[in-house]
């Protein structure tokens, strides 16, 4: 088992979550400027990714400049990794590979504690993906834990490159956020994505 098999039922009962699905989470977070070129990036790339439709096409043309832009404006203070392995405990399924993973840590040759946020990438099915990421969650919840840098919440995302769903987990309970956000909406989705590293929340693990 791997963390592309679970569903949100599943997640649940696996390892006795509740989620939360009510209210907008992030609504008072303010919305963060795209750079010059992450803009000229999503002008250029938005169509092209959208054309051509396949979850490879929206990783590589709109998601990864996104975290990218994210790591610029943190001023590469944070890693970022993309299709790595990130295996966990095998024997509860949390073993597989992840779509991307923001640490808090500023070392870029492996992935270091605290990992903060999770991103799944999906074509079209936003709701499909929220137990695979939920788990990948918990296994950033467990690895932050072993590594003695546990920190009270781990974020998530679900995202098409053009629609964005994100998720924060907080002991044995995930919010799930109501709205969803689009690309057109990159100054708020920016704002999200770099909510989690904020000195506030982060505490001493801050690089």
Known sequence: MA???FTLAKVKSAFG???QESGSLFASIPAVSPSPALSQTLTEFTTLATSIGT???RSEFLIAPILAEVRRQMHYRIALFSGVEFNVDAARGLQGFCDFILSASAEQLYIEAPV???VEAKREDIIGGLGQCIATMVAAQIFNAEKEQPIPRIYGAVTSGTNWRFLMLEGTTVWIDSPEYYISQIGQILGILM????PDLVGSTTP
Do not use: I, N, R
């Not at 909510?195 to 904020?198: A, G, N, S, V």
């Open 195 to 198: 909510q989690p590293f904020q």
């Open 3 to 5: 963390y592309s098999d």
């Open 55 to 57: 979850e490879k096409a």
């Open 17 to 19: 979550l509740t989620t």
């Open 116 to 118: 903060m946020t999770v």
